[in-house]
């Protein structure tokens, strides 16, 4: 169902002026950087103190005074990672909708970024914004509840309810997500997930996705014996662990990158998938330089990236990479993973592999997967109604054509909404692909953000207009995920 955008016409282009002037007023940029400035890198073991307080002194006074009622929830999982939750019920009878975000960030790394630029200190450079959480996840919620702000400014009031989650755990694998998701799921009731993270398919492209591959982890490591031996005394008699591994990397995966091993593979890409993914263009604007041989051949490069499993090296390591010696060395190792579609089950993955190695005579090579591999994968119908919704409201408000993408190719914690709570997921992100979210120089794409800014506040004006009944309750998780 699309939206009626001819109601209340006058007042919604407004609403959208208000945003638009909020962006470029620097009331936007000067709210961003307030929270960029505190350091909330969630992969040290004494961060809860900043956790708590970017929950508590910057994400909790600004919803409050946007009428939400707001806690502090503990961890059950991880103490270090508490979660914030936030509401403001208009009406028990009107549609809700639950927005996510984290708070937390991966490390500053300050002496790596370039000169001038201070992770801390959201510094503009052309249409640029630097700053460590600007694409990952500060700016991309700060845009969703500036919307938010901006409706409720024009018209005193939603039309809706809204449920605020912020985790502080996401960059060290959302821990006690679920958890939470099972002991909160009354209070994070809701008709929709309405979330932001990760990026667009192209800067230019106005993006939506229902759902995200996830990642399985695992390590393979040929131990043969204690100690190195003298590769001139030893050589040709005893074997080589980085030998045997790279070869059993090699029975895995070809020199193209494609999976050789069947039970890995997804059998096929559904036909409503299919016909979502070749609309899409992948240009690698931003990015590095696309590798067009690379992947599963006879897919495009949409469809290896939303539609397909891939296999990859992370790590590998045998002997002293920074002094090797002369030495035949004891053992070896490698980090790989899987990222994978809605389709394959990860409890297979171990087993199969297994299986795979020994029949190929690898016997030596162990397997163990990594600790805290966590959640789904999970896609959205191309035909879900919020789809068509979200797809309509945003066309009418910045006159551009949207790309829909089933899942997105990286891995959010999106069954903790869809398979725990229930709920149609639409995810709508406000970053592209060369942001350098997880390395020095992250940063936020002004244009971007600009157009993130009205494409959420028409959205949100638009759920509070309409009078249709799938906004509140029509869909639950068998028909929106496949």
């Not at 620097?26 to 929270?35: K, T």
């Amino acid at each position: 169902m699309s939206p009626d955008t001819g109601v209340n016409k006058v007042n919604r282009n407004s609403a959208i002026g208000r945003a638009k002037r909020f962006f470029d007023d620097d009331l936007f940029f000067n709210l961003m950087a307030d929270w960029v400035a505190l350091d909330t890198g969630s992969q040290r073991d004494d961060r809860k103190p900043e956790m708590l307080a970017y929950l508590e002194k910057k994400i909790a006074p600004y919803i409050e005074s946007m009428g939400f009622h707001s806690r502090i929830v503990e961890n059950p999982i991880e103490p270090c990672a508490p979660f914030l939750i936030g509401r403001r019920i208009e009406d028990e009878s009107l549609p809700s909708i639950l927005i996510y975000g984290h708070g937390d960030t991966v490390p500053l790394m300050e002496s790596e970024w370039e000169k001038g630029l201070d992770p801390l200190k959201l510094t503009k450079e052309g249409s640029k914004w630097y700053g460590r959480g600007t694409a990952d996840n500060k700016g991309q919620h700060v845009i969703n509840l500036a919307a938010l702000d901006c409706v409720i400014k024009e018209k005193g009031t939603l039309g809706f309810n809204v449920i605020i989650l912020i985790e502080s755990g996401e960059e060290a694998g959302s821990p006690g997500l679920h958890q939470i998701c099972k002991q909160e799921k009354e209070w994070l009731k809701a008709d929709v997930l309405i979330a932001s993270d990760g990026p667009r398919i192209d800067p230019e492209v106005v993006t939506i996705f229902g759902g995200s591959r996830a990642v399985f982890n695992f390590d393979l490591t040929v131990n043969l014996r204690k100690g190195g031996h003298h590769s001139g005394n030893w050589g040709g008699l005893l074997a080589n662990p980085a030998i045997i591994l790279s070869h059993a990397i090699a029975s895995m995966v070809n020199s193209k990158g494609k999976i050789l091993i069947e039970a890995l593979r997804p059998e096929t890409i559904p036909p409503s998938v299919e016909k979502s993914i070749d609309k899409l263009t992948i240009t690698g604007e931003g990015g590095p330089e696309i590798d067009p041989e690379w992947g599963e051949p006879g897919l495009s490069s949409a469809g290896k990236v939303y539609g397909w499993n891939t296999l990859e090296v992370l790590a590998l390591k045998c002997g002293d990479p920074a002094q090797p010696a002369h030495a035949i060395p004891p053992e070896a190792w490698v980090r790989c993973h899987i990222r994978f579609i809605a389709d394959s089950n990860p409890d297979t993955f171990i087993p199969a592999i297994r299986k795979h190695l020994d029949d190929h005579g690898f016997s030596v090579v162990g397997i163990e997967p990594v600790p805290n591999n966590y959640g789904l994968a999970t896609r959205m119908d191309p035909d879900n109604p919020w789809v068509e919704f979200t797809t309509s409201s945003f066309e009418a408000t910045l006159g551009k054509k949207v790309a829909f993408l089933p899942n997105l190719g990286g891995t959010l914690p999106n069954d903790a909404f869809s398979h725990v709570l229930a709920m149609p997921t639409i995810w709508v992100p406000h970053s592209y692909a060369g942001c350098s979210q997880h390395a020095p120089n992250e940063h936020f794409l002004e244009e971007i953000g600009r157009e993130g800014l009205q494409l959420m506040t028409g959205l949100f004006w638009d759920i509070g207009e309409d009078k249709t009944d799938f906004v509140k309750g029509e869909c639950n998780v068998h028909g929106c995920l496949l």
